[in-house]
């Protein structure tokens, strides 16, 4: 092994867990649950290859607290236990190999697509500007602590199966998300109005299962730099969010940003400084660093080693987060810690058609189909080969759905 390479580093949380190294899968949808998001045991192979592959912590897909709420057709959820000899295989998929598996906890709140979700809710009854979804009603205090309920109840669940931690997705235009933005939540109780409220929700949850499951069990946030919208949650505020999730005793903090209407983390930000270092957020995170004491992970961007490697020497970062690099190439990250000067091969995925080209559901129901060929035990494509692949591309995509539809009526 290449010993100089900072990757290779072991890194303590407050936890006191030892992460091997520096390198994480961050979250990718798998899409491989049943239709009423029961888990399946495609679930198990798919780990299992990317713990062989050499991450020290594997962020899985969303996990959903409350099956009628979803993000994406055939998401998983976690409501109680009937799932519990399969979610204990999953987790082992990648404990067994040394390596941290840590769930992905979601509500999606108003951003569930009409097509899985015909009653949103939302911390305020502000609908998207899109069709795609229908507008949503305005959650009531009962609610708001049934839903902080169902993620303690998921969390415990998880660590009942296994799995060494959670990850808490308060970013990308979801539910916990909405409560933080002043655009989103403008409630007049004490779950909105001062950023002191609207965080309140998050900390309840982090509360709930930090009470519920102990030090020792590894809790993540994902959090929104910004959500890049006028009159929403601002890179100040997100700051202070961070910092008092620190003093809470957090153990991992991944950065990202943006939401459905204004999705940065998908297509990146276009400062020249942003391009040549990769990392969308390595700005923001450099001045988060000076705030808090929380490791940090900085997903969206990475592509070359010296560039990972960068990042870290800095200290503006202690892990890097990468998530298609994964898809393409599982075994990514036994290559950047055995050899040097890796690059991954990931580009984005062109197919000459420019209307095809320009739909951001194409790049997603690709990479969802190479997840699929992996759960598969097959190897991964690394880029669309003609008109028959980018045919497959859209049907699978649309088998997906009719699935979920034929569940639902």
Known sequence: MTSQTPLAQDLKLRSGTVLKNRICKSSMNEALAEADGSVTSAFRTLYATWAAGGCSVLVTGNVMVDKRHAN??????????????????????????????????????KQSPKFLNDAPVAPSAIPLASDMFIPPRELTEEEILD????????????????????????AHGYLISQFLSPKHNQRQDQWGGSLENRMRFITEIYKGIRKSLGKKFNISVKLNSSD??????????????????????????????????????????????????????????????????????VTGGFRSQSSMEEALESGAIDV????????????????????????????????????????AIMEISWYTNQIHRISQGRKPATKVRGLLSVINVFYQFWRRGQKVKKVRA
């Open 228 to 297: 890049f919208q006028k009159g929403g949650f601002t890179e100040e505020e997100s700051i202070e969010v961070a910092k008092v999730l620190d003093g809470l005793g957090i153990d991992l903090l991944e950065i990202s940003g943006g939401s459905w209407e204004n999705p940065v983390n998908r297509r990146g930000e276009q400062k020249a400084s942003t391009k040549a270092r990769e990392a969308y957020f390595l700005d923001y995170a450099e001045k988060l660093r000076k705030e808090i004491k929380v490791p940090l992970m």
């Open 320 to 359: 890097v987060g990468m998530a298609r690099p994964f898809v393409v190439e599982p075994d990514f990250a036994n290559k950047l810690l055995t050899t040097s000067n890796n690059v991954s091969p990931v580009k984005p995925i062109t197919t000459g058609i420019k209307k095809v080209d320009a739909m």
């Open 147 to 170: 839903i902080i309920a169902r993620f303690i109840k998921t969390a415990e669940v998880l660590g009942k199966a296994g799995f060494t931690g959670i990850q808490l997705h308060a």
């Open 72 to 109: 994406e057709p055939l998401a998983v959820a976690v409501e109680d236990e009937k799932d519990m000899f399969l979610l204990e295989q999953w987790a082992k998929s990648a404990t067994a190999q040394g390596v941290e598996i840590w769930p992905q906890l979601n509500h999606p709140g």
